[in-house]
């Protein structure tokens, strides 16, 4: 197991490292690694299609990084800053929410064995405060294929309820292969991004998708399966690195979550991958 981490470890180090010499450059020139200006600055994905999933895989490198210092004892400061730093360049809201999170996440365990419901509701909402003008352009002043998921969402699980239109019906990626009916009669063909002929965003969404095609009551079941992984967390964690390493995963899940499919997406896949290797080594030195 030790071994494992070991090799994931290296892997990450020149991951973030190369990420960190390739970011400084991309500040003074294009080098064919960023997508947009935001705050009259060129944001950064590296190697990335996107500097979202950039922002992912740089959080996901976070957590391992705390759970190679749970193992050796080491506190591994620069590549932890190195990563914090570029993740601010990719200029995405959930990424700077994640940095501000981070900060008092580490403030808190500082001096707690955990978190209480009351903390947590704190942490989120300074991460939600860190992303507030990106959640304000996406969900409040536009027309936006993630505001439109999201109303018609909540249309579509009242229409539907308790238990929602069914299987590849709104929001997933099968939805969108076969144009759901729905997406018809809601007229998104009229929208950029989301006809049958530009798909493009047509899955950029999940909480809208687990609602809309499963229910209220889903989005019930799913609520306690992310209370069961905080739980998990705060109580099982044994050593604090691999606390702060769980945590770190369980926000990313919740902040990405708000406008993308990341529990159906690899990035969720490779997050409970490595959320599972926390929870092995926490049994071992429990």
Known sequence: MNKVLEIIFFLVCMYILLGGIFGILNLFGDI???????????????????????????????????????????????????????????????????????????????????????????LAMIGFGGAYWQI????????????????????TANNFFPFGAGFSTYGSNMAKVNYSPLYTEYGFSSYYGMSAEQPQFLNDNFWPMIIAQFGWISFILYAFILVLFFKIVNIEFSLKQLKIAGFILFFLLIYSSIGGPIFVHYIGCASILVFSLGIALSQKYK
Not at 82 to 96: E, N, P, Q, S, Y
Not at 136 to 155: E, M, P, Q, S, W
């Open 136 to 155: 304000k352009f996406y969900f409040v002043d536009n027309i936006t294929a993630r505001g439109l998921f999201l109303l018609y969402g909540l249309i």
């Open 32 to 122: 064919g690694m960023s997508e947009e200006y935001r705050f009259g600055i060129r944001n950064f994905r590296f190697i990335n299609s996107n500097s979202g999933d950039y922002a992912s895989i740089l959080i996901i490198a976070l957590s391992i990084v705390h759970l190679q210092s749970g193992m050796t004892g080491k506190k591994y400061i620069f590549l932890k800053l190195l990563t914090l730093f570029c993740l601010i360049l990719t200029l995405r809201g959930k990424a700077i929410g994640m940095v501000l999170t981070y900060t008092v996440l580490i403030w808190l365990l500082k001096y707690y064995k955990g978190i209480s419901l009351k903390s947590l509701a704190i």
